[in-house]
């Protein structure tokens, strides 16, 4: 007996099979159960999600001598015949190769007879929108007044080529892209049936690869299978046979990236194609990585987002403290135009390394993003501190303003603190752009111009500048961040609050103990008590 494939094999044959469209099947069971059957439906989609499978089982339902809660029962003469199409009631036309005037015509004829059997005559036209102007001409009368025992039901994966006369003859659903969950538990389902040897996490790989459609699933899953006939598919393998790269060569890629390593990113891409990857599998699943970076970066409860073992996710936390969140943009923009230009091009491996030596020198680039991403280099280069020369500042009698036509500014105000708190402010203060940078992701970015000022024992304030940075950087989970790292890195136990800069409130008081203002202005300091 011939082989069937798996997605042909398991093809749902009532709604209760069907997975991930749950909105719809519902909707067309109450019509059946209510007899509030329409006489046109469009079913819009991407590829794999269930049009087809949706229409064929409408088509026997409606027909179905014996329903079962709106399904068809499969075991009637009327559904047995509808499955193994040799039922005249029940017509599929390919509009991708019966596009003309001529093949709707022929329809328009034959729904003047009445079925032969059943009470519908069904006519399901997969890919409608390539129909040609004057075959949705001949189908719009026919579409809107039919007789009473016609039902059409239009399946396309492009809505928007769909004429907006057609569109509202038509009931319109419109079918979602399976999500990973769904997909995976049925591959385990199907897999168990098959009595197929695979692992969970290979299971996961190939419903990711299939993008929301339940027919790739099946057929990935059918195509290792067949590789690796006969042993347990594992999650290496389905990396091998989709031409896919692990994690962990994301990882390693993208620190280099993160280094300004282009070099280091020629030579891991140069692996990559030596071990027989796919590039554009490569861009595809590099773009998703630096995707959960970002959003590791700025949700809160990232984890329940990004579908990852405890150890990626650990290793993607470390990455995402690389670079800031602007960056990691841009990143992604870069490679996203990539994603578009790969697929039919010549030369794939030039331009992913173009696409890499954009990311290690922005200044290469000329847009908005790049500038900014130089820009925070020179901050950072400033943050170290950068030597100046004698000969750069300005001196007496060489280009300096007279004394008498200087206005000077305002003496910074002196405040006095305690020895323990004064040292805790300024170890903070002289650390705290590596402090910033270390702790990287939506720190980096709206920590940006804030200062560091004393608020009592134990407790430094972080004032902000900017309303919205200070909404962000004020929540508790980022404070939280903020005292774990100084504690952990340099052992204070510090709590940190939040505020908002005053309009004309300066931020260059100067901080000293009494001991050293005492030695400064060489007097006694008299306390008085209230």
């Given at each position: 007996?011939?082989y069937?494939?798996?997605?042909?094999?398991?093809?749902?044959?009532s709604?209760e099979?069907?997975?991930?469209?749950d909105?719809?099947?519902?909707?067309?069971?109450?019509?059946?159960?209510?007899?509030?059957?329409?006489?046109?439906?469009?079913?819009c989609?991407?590829?794999?999600t269930?049009?087809?499978t949706?229409?064929?089982?409408?088509?026997?339902a409606?027909?179905?001598?014996?329903?079962?809660?709106?399904?068809?029962?499969?075991?009637?003469?009327?559904c047995?015949?509808?499955?193994?199409?040799?039922?005249?009631?029940v017509?599929?036309?390919?509009?991708?190769?019966?596009?003309?005037?001529?093949?709707?015509?022929?329809?328009?004829?034959?729904?003047?007879?009445?079925?032969?059997?059943?009470?519908?005559?069904?006519?399901?036209?997969?890919?409608?929108?390539?129909?040609?102007?004057?075959?949705?001409?001949?189908?719009?009368?026919?579409?809107?007044?039919?007789?009473?025992?016609?039902?059409?039901?239009?399946?396309?994966?492009e809505?928007?080529?769909?004429?907006?006369?057609v569109?509202s003859?038509?009931?319109?659903?419109?079918?979602?892209?399976?999500?990973l969950?769904?997909?995976?538990?049925?591959?385990?389902?199907?897999?168990?049936?098959?009595?197929?040897?695979?692992?969970?996490?290979?299971?996961?790989y190939?419903?990711?690869?299939?993008?929301?459609?339940?027919?790739?699933?099946?057929?990935?899953?059918?195509?290792?299978?067949?590789?690796?006939?006969?042993?347990?598919?594992?999650?290496?393998?389905?990396?091998d046979?989709?031409?896919?790269?692990?994690?962990s060569?994301?990882?390693?890629?993208?620190?280099?990236?993160?280094?300004?390593?282009?070099t280091e990113?020629i030579?891991?891409?140069?692996?990559?194609?030596?071990?027989?990857?796919?590039?554009?599998?490569?861009?595809?699943?590099?773009?998703?990585?630096?995707?959960n970076?970002?959003?590791?970066?700025?949700?809160?409860?990232?984890?329940?987002?990004?579908?990852?073992s405890?150890?990626?996710?650990?290793l993607?936390?470390?990455?995402?403290?690389?670079?800031?969140?602007?960056v990691?943009m841009?990143?992604i923009?870069?490679?996203?135009?990539?994603?578009?230009?790969?697929?039919?091009?010549a030369?794939?491996?030039?331009?992913?390394?173009?696409?890499?030596?954009?990311?290690?020198?922005?200044?290469?680039?000329?847009?908005?993003?790049?500038?900014?991403?130089?820009?925070?280099?020179?901050?950072?280069t400033?943050?170290?501190?950068v030597?100046?020369?004698?000969?750069?500042?300005?001196?007496?009698?060489?280009?300096a303003?007279?004394?008498?036509?200087?206005?000077?500014?305002?003496?910074?105000?002196?405040?006095?603190l305690p020895?323990?708190?004064?040292e805790?402010?300024?170890l903070?203060?002289?650390?705290?752009?590596?402090?910033?940078?270390g702790?990287?992701?939506?720190?980096?970015?709206?920590?940006?111009?804030?200062?560091?000022?004393?608020?009592?024992?134990?407790?430094?304030?972080?004032?902000?500048?900017?309303?919205?940075?200070f909404?962000?950087?004020?929540?508790?989970?980022?404070?939280?961040?903020?005292?774990?790292?100084?504690?952990?890195?340099?052992?204070?136990?510090?709590?940190?609050?939040?505020?908002l800069?005053?309009?004309g409130?300066?931020?260059?008081?100067?901080?000293?103990?009494?001991?050293?203002l005492?030695?400064?202005?060489?007097?006694?300091?008299?306390?008085e008590?209230?």
């Open positions: 007996m011939a069937t494939a798996l997605y042909r094999k398991w093809r749902p044959a709604f099979d069907v997975k991930g469209q909105h719809i099947v519902r909707t067309l069971k109450n019509q059946i159960l209510s007899q509030r059957i329409g006489h046109a439906y469009l079913f989609g991407t590829r794999g269930g049009k087809t949706i229409a064929k089982i409408l088509a026997r409606v027909n179905c001598e014996n329903p079962v809660d709106g399904s068809p029962c499969g075991r009637c003469r009327t047995q015949n509808i499955s193994a199409g040799v039922s005249l009631n017509v599929e036309i390919d509009a991708a190769s019966n596009n003309g005037v001529d093949n709707i015509r022929e329809i328009r004829d034959q729904v003047q007879y009445p079925p032969t059997e059943g009470r519908y005559r069904v006519y399901i036209i997969d890919e409608v929108h390539m129909l040609s102007t004057g075959a949705f001409n001949a189908l719009l009368k026919t579409l809107e007044e039919p007789p009473s025992y016609v039902i059409f039901i239009l399946a396309t994966t809505v928007q080529k769909i004429p907006i006369t569109l003859r038509c009931q319109r659903y419109d079918f979602k892209r399976i999500t969950q769904t997909l995976t538990d049925r591959l385990r389902e199907l897999s168990q049936a098959e009595q197929i040897d695979v692992e969970d996490k290979a299971l996961t190939i419903a990711k690869a299939a993008d929301g459609s339940m027919r790739d699933a099946l057929s990935l899953l059918d195509q290792c299978v067949a590789f690796h006939f006969g042993e347990r598919l594992t999650y290496d393998h389905v990396l046979i989709l031409g896919a790269v692990d994690t060569v994301f990882s390693r890629m993208f620190r280099a990236v993160a280094e300004n390593q282009t990113c030579r891991q891409l140069e692996e990559l194609l030596i071990q027989g990857r796919e590039l554009t599998q490569f861009v595809t699943d590099f773009i998703w990585y630096m995707r970076l970002l959003l590791i970066q700025t949700a809160e409860d990232a984890e329940g987002i990004v579908d990852m405890s150890e990626n996710l650990k993607l936390e470390e990455d995402s403290r690389k670079v800031s969140g602007e990691l841009r990143y923009r870069v490679f996203s135009e990539l994603s578009g230009q790969i697929r039919y091009a030369q794939k491996r030039v331009l992913v390394e173009v696409a890499f030596i954009k990311l290690t020198r922005p200044q290469m680039e000329e847009n908005y993003d790049s500038i900014l991403e130089r820009l925070n280099k020179i901050e950072e400033l943050e170290e501190g030597p100046v020369s004698a000969s750069a500042l300005p001196q007496a009698g060489h280009g303003a007279p004394e008498g036509d200087r206005i000077l500014p305002e003496a910074p105000q002196q405040v006095t020895r323990p708190q004064l805790d402010l300024q903070i203060r002289s650390e705290w752009g590596r402090i910033i940078r702790l990287g992701g939506v720190v980096r970015s709206s920590f940006r111009d804030t200062v560091v000022e004393p608020s009592g024992e134990d407790c430094l304030c972080v004032v902000f500048s900017s309303r919205d940075n909404e962000i950087g004020r929540r508790p989970v980022i404070m939280g961040q903020l005292e774990d790292y100084v504690k952990k890195t340099y052992g204070k136990d510090i709590y940190f609050k939040a505020r800069l005053g309009n409130e300066r931020t260059d008081t100067i901080y000293v103990s009494a001991e050293e005492k030695d400064h202005i060489h007097m006694d300091i008299g306390i008590e209230d």
